[in-house]
């Protein structure tokens, strides 16, 4: 499959997506019924950054000349492990993989099997030869290389298995916004933004804020309007009610707008539904300290802009570490 033939297929998988036919409609309320965290807003909003920052012809033939793909890759296999915290999660993972040149073998999470199967099974009836290029599995045996997305305690079982090839294994991260107090308003609701889509639950959600010693909260807390229907959603409430009774009962003080808990902690990870904080003197101090930190995904308000957290673009990869370059050394 040449290379100009597999930017033709995802240029067809761009307009699929786009035209958001009944079928496709059918299988987004089918995931959401699946699992509970994959809302219709937060699985188009998945898509939407998809077709805006993946699948546009300019940046993909941008991204490929960077490499300078051509079509002499000896195909191997990759095997996927694809996580399912938010949907499409591992698409980026498939993206590289196919563009390279590479064949692909993916495991699905339980929690996020329905999207991108369905979507692969439209392309295979655009272009049969793609089905030797992109399988799914239950398990991943006998490939050349390997790409995993887990948690700490799944990457050492992974590090162990895939220890003998070629492998990228991702584990825990998440991300922080450094501000500086004099933020608009309209700053503050795209931070919003980066701290609530998906539930927070994305490596790339800001889960803690560095602030300075005299901030003032209300107006960030005010900037939390747009989900205050996040303690409606009865998973997300049930994680509120706990962490709100761990405030209480432990006599600490905390913030809410009655759907998110601000609450000073050390820690860079917060569970659902609460923000973590901490004041700074030097901000200096705050980024050193963080460029060090392994555990950090990106760094808004200083990295990026407030509001583009969840908007990855080709050449942001997963842990800092070039997917396309791993698969070209292959």
Request: aromatic share 12%.
């Amino acid at each position: 499959m040449k290379l100009q033939n597999r930017i033709e297929i995802l240029l067809h998988l761009k307009e699929y997506l786009e035209t958001d036919t009944d079928e496709w409609q059918s299988v987004k309320h089918e995931a959401t019924m699946h699992n509970g965290w994959f809302t219709p807003e937060f699985i188009n909003l998945s898509v939407k950054n998809i077709v805006e920052q993946f699948l546009q012809e300019d940046k993909l033939k941008s991204w490929v000349g960077h490499y300078h793909l051509d079509d002499n890759v000896v195909p191997r296999n990759v095997g996927i492990v694809m996580a399912g915290n938010i949907p499409l999660v591992g698409f980026h993972d498939f993206l590289s993989v196919f563009i390279s040149g590479h064949k692909q073998t993916i495991k699905l999470s339980s929690k996020d099997d329905i999207l991108l199967k369905h979507l692969v099974q439209k392309l295979y009836s655009r272009e049969e030869a793609l089905q030797e290029y992109v399988s799914f599995a239950p398990m991943l045996k006998g490939c050349d290389a390997y790409i995993a997305t887990g948690s700490n305690n799944s990457g050492r079982y992974f590090d162990y298995y895939f220890s003998k090839y070629p492998s990228i294994i991702r584990k825990n991260r998440t991300s922080v916004a450094i501000l500086k107090g004099d933020e608009t308003f309209n700053e503050l609701e795209k931070l919003s933004d980066d701290i609530h889509s998906f539930f927070g639950l994305g490596c790339r959600n800001v889960t803690k804020i560095f602030v300075p010693a005299t901030y003032d909260f209300v107006p960030l807390l005010q900037s939390f309007h747009r989900y205050t229907w996040f303690a409606d959603h009865h998973k997300y409430k049930n994680n509120y009610d706990y962490n709100l009774s761990i405030q209480l009962m432990n006599n600490r003080y905390y913030m809410t707008n009655n759907s998110t808990l601000l609450v000073e902690n050390e820690s860079v990870f917060s569970p659902i539904s609460q923000l973590n904080y901490s004041f700074y003197n030097e901000m200096k101090e705050v980024t050193d300290s963080l460029r060090q930190n392994q555990e950090i995904q990106c760094i808004a308000g200083l990295d990026l802009p407030l509001g583009d957290a969840q908007k990855p673009g080709l050449m942001d990869y997963a842990d800092g570490v070039d997917t396309m370059q791993f698969l070209l050394t292959l």
